[in-house]
T-cell receptor
Framework: DSGVTQTPKHLITATGQRVTLRCSPRSGDLSVYWYQQSLDQGLQFLIQYYNGEERAKGNILERFSAQQFPDLHSELNLSSLELGDSALYFC?????????????FGPGTRLTVL | GQNIDQPTEMTATEGAIVQINCTYQ??????LFWYQQHAGEAPTFLSYNVLDGLEEKGRFSSFLSRSKGYSYLLLKELQMKDSASYLCAVSYSNDYKLSFGAGTTVTVRA
């Protein structure tokens, strides 16, 4: 158990819908990262927050947005969902914002868009 | 990405040794991580190399050559539970994020 929690574990929804994925980092960690992992692709970095502020952005679609709240939990919002958004979404946390810090991954949310 | 290359698949026999190579762009290189990921599960940290040389942790070792832009993960005395995907990830000085390779799926056969 990494100490990072993600909810829900599974999510099934329809095209065009909007969903919110939630992540709580390890106690004391200030950085949160979001990743997407599809069957045919590796781990794709989406976005990073550090202590409430956006720090780095990857190939995140405009339909996707995220935020980190004062209690350091984070939410990833996915809207106008398409079939291709079906994937495992991982959240990871680390102590600070530098990429040299070990990242601890949550169990993931499996999103299925029908 | 930063052109992080690793083989797609490798197969080995229980008790054997397997070496997973990873190459990357050297410009701005900071350090290199190896993560293990079982199917459908979260990646878990294996090792982190910053300096040249070999670091050993039990049955797993990781090697880095900064000048050659090359690393390998060595898995010894393979066990069935080692069947997983192994991800190479690189940090660069001009980037806050980690760049992940596509992963190498290792299958251990009896």
């Amino acid at each position: 158990d990494s100490g990072v929690t993600q909810t829900p574990k599974h999510l099934i929804t329809a095209t065009g819908q909007r969903v919110t994925l939630r992540c709580s980092p390890r106690s004391g960690d200030l950085s949160v990262y979001w990743y997407q992992q599809s069957l045919d692709q590796g781990l794709q970095f989406l976005i990073q927050y550090y202590n409430g502020e956006e720090r780095a952005k990857g190939n995140i679609l405009e339909r996707f947005s995220a935020q980190q709240f004062p209690d350091l939990h984070s939410e990833l919002n996915l809207s106008s969902l398409e079939l291709g958004d079906s994937a495992l979404y991982f959240c990871a946390s680390s102590a600070t914002f530098g990429a040299d810090n070990e990242q601890f991954f949550g169990p993931g949310t499996r999103l299925t868009v029908l | 990405g930063q052109n992080i290359d690793q083989p797609t698949e490798m197969t080995a026999t229980e008790g054997a040794i397997v070496q997973i190579n990873c190459t990357y762009q050297t410009s701005g290189f900071n350090g290199l991580f190896w993560y293990q990921q079982h199917a459908g599960e979260a990646p878990t940290f294996l090792s982190y190399n910053v300096l040249d040389g070999l670091e050993e942790k039990g049955r797993f070792s990781s090697f880095l050559s900064r000048s050659k832009g090359y690393s390998y993960l060595l898995l010894k005395e393979l066990q069935m539970k080692d069947s997983a995907s192994y991800l190479c990830a690189v940090s660069y000085s001009n980037d806050y994020k980690l760049s992940f390779g596509a992963g190498t799926t290792v299958t251990v056969r009896a």
